[in-house]
């Protein structure tokens, strides 16, 4: 077996521990779907955080609390998101 075989077996194993979707055979596309709008909007957050903490590093205050804006911004689009995909799965049953 070659390394790189080796290395995306490896990394396909990695990939299912940190997401439950890859266990399921048939996922649901809908479902889906918003999975990836929910885990968007976190990596969003995820990234304007640290812009936030960066500018605030900086000494750039307006800056900061302009990004912080966005930062709630993506938390509300991630609430809702979350809210639709649990609404999906109670209705759809997957
Ligand atoms: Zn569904």
Do not use: W, Y
Request: net charge negative.
């Amino acid at each position: 077996m070659g390394l790189f075989v080796r290395i995306a077996r490896k990394l396909t194993l990695d990939q299912r521990k940190i997401s439950p979707m890859a266990e399921k055979p048939n996922p649901c596309l809908g479902q889906q779907e918003l999975i990836d709008e929910v885990q968007l909007h976190l990596m969003r957050i995820s990234e304007l955080s640290r812009a936030t903490a960066e500018a605030l590093a900086a000494g750039s205050e307006g800056l900061a609390l302009e990004i912080d804006k966005e930062v709630e911004r993506e938390l509300g689009m991630k609430e809702r998101a979350m809210g639709a995909l649990h609404q999906h799965r109670k209705e759809h049953g997957c």
